[in-house]
């Protein structure tokens, strides 16, 4: 009976020797096992792991459709994420890409963002306690409104960023990236049961119990008012940038809308209970149709949020904070919260602190790699001489040559500096000139209009 000692396989041992023995069970009696037994874990009968055979695939409520329009589809934590949605005649994904950017911004794109992890916090300490987890205040953030925030590590390192919308007094939805889903919401249990188990507010991971699409372009709006019911207004007026709400769609289904933007143009996200998802995308496409709306994937998606500057994982990689993010004045200094006094540390608050910029080539015939180095022009290429490294590269349609986001000693009184960027692992060494990070729109007059 090997590793179990008779623990599982015990009752059908006694059956067999009933049945060669001609007597019942009970007649047999029992066998003598040896404790104590060790359990074992049902994984191990599973035998090793070979490729994806024995692994578990997320896929979004609208994997099937993409599927049916020839998607590439990439891992993204988990998740099998649409990366790009080639068409006839394109040969290189970048045509894809390209194409898909350059649409959303001049109508409208739609993106399943259904994996952007998804807390709900309710209770009446609701706000008390998203005042402590984010370094940000939330304290006071008005019913139907949406605040981006930012959450610390207890040794004052940037976690992770997001959004909290306030549908109720006691009702909060709290957005993660896909891929520190697991992880926040890991931090922010602790956090209710050990460090403040007195106050009244629940927790619930709802990534997977709603399907959550972008709908993204100068027609964001015009498309949206043709799915969300009549009854509710999405002008301006009525429903600005960073509103949030309860409303119902397509002739009464519940749903979420945010107005928030990652792409940097006027956009919103849709949210219906995920066993409406794939009907949900088939609906937006439908509706987009008279305004040219095009499916865009995690590429066009990336593309977009370099060209606008906004901070994503390749940015919040463990070991920056907010200073270097650019973001120091969210933490703020009237309240407490995590990682907020330890932020403070005269360590990650030199005057040659690391700071987020752009840059853009000199010579816009060359990339700007992720992962190269950045060398003040005349300095010797090494670790001493170091002024800071690219975290996120792409090519701009819109500009017309790459462009990247990086970290740079005392980045953001470089503007306008020519540096070396250099990466001797591949051989690049060409000139790149610091620029602000907020490449296209930066006075966000699209994402408000």
């Known amino acids: 009976m090997a590793t179990d000692q008779g623990k599982t396989s015990n009752m059908g041992g006694l059956a067999i020797m009933a049945e060669l023995t001609g007597k019942t069970i009970p007649e047999v009696g029992t066998t003598i096992f040896r404790p104590p037994y060790t359990p074992t874990a049902i994984g191990a009968f599973a035998g090793r792991d070979r490729g994806t055979d024995f692994r578990p695939t997320r896929k979004t409520p609208s994997h099937k459709w993409a599927e049916d329009q020839g998607a590439v589809f990439v891992e993204v934590g988990m998740w099998l994420r649409a990366q790009w949605f080639p068409q006839a005649g394109e040969t290189h994904w970048r ?48 019913i139907g409104k949406t605040r981006y925030g930012l959450m610390l590590r207890e040794d004052g390192i940037a976690m992770d960023d997001g959004t909290a919308a306030r549908l109720a007094d006691d009702h909060f939805v709290v957005t993660t990236t896909t891929a520190n889903a697991v992880s926040v919401f890991r931090h922010m249990e602790f956090a209710r049961q050990c460090l403040w188990p007195d106050f009244d507010v629940q927790l619930i991971s709802t990534t997977e119990a709603w399907a959550q699409y972008a709908v993204a372009g100068p027609n964001a709006r015009n498309l949206l008012q043709k799915i969300v019911d009549s009854e509710f207004d999405l002008s301006n007026e009525a429903f600005p940038f960073m509103a949030c709400a309860n409303v119902t769609v397509c002739g009464g289904l519940r749903a979420r809308l945010f107005r928030i933007s990652f792409s940097g143009e006027l956009a919103f996200e849709i949210a219906v209970p995920t066993r409406y998802g794939d009907a949900m995308i088939r609906r937006l496409m439908q509706a987009g149709e008279e305004f040219e709306a095009v499916a865009y994937g995690t590429e066009a998606l990336g593309v977009m949020r370099i060209e606008k500057g906004h901070a994503a994982g390749n940015e919040l990689n463990g070991t920056t904070s907010a200073l270097n993010l650019g973001m120091e004045r969210m933490v703020s200094k009237k309240k407490d919260s995590i990682g907020s006094t330890l932020s403070e540390r005269s360590g990650l608050n030199t005057d040659d602190a690391l700071k987020l910029i752009g840059l853009r080539p000199v010579d816009v015939k060359n990339p700007v790699p992720a992962g190269s180095h950045l060398i003040t022009k005349g300095d010797p290429v090494d670790a001493t001489h170091d002024q800071g490294y690219v975290t996120s590269a792409c090519y701009s349609p819109n500009l017309g040559h790459s462009i990247a986001l990086a970290y740079l000693k005392s980045g953001d009184s470089r503007k306008g500096e020519i540096l070396r960027l250099v990466s001797p692992l591949t051989g690049f060494d060409h000139e790149v000139e610091v620029v602000s990070a907020h490449f296209i729109d930066p006075e966000g007059e699209r994402l408000r209009a």
């Open 95 to 142: 045509q894809s890409v390209d194409r898909e950017v350059l649409a959303t911004r001049k109508s409208v794109g739609i993106c399943d963002v259904t994996t952007l992890g998804k807390i709900d916090v309710q209770g009446a300490d609701a706000a008390t306690f998203l005042n402590k987890i984010y370094c940000n205040a939330f304290g006071k953030l008005a």
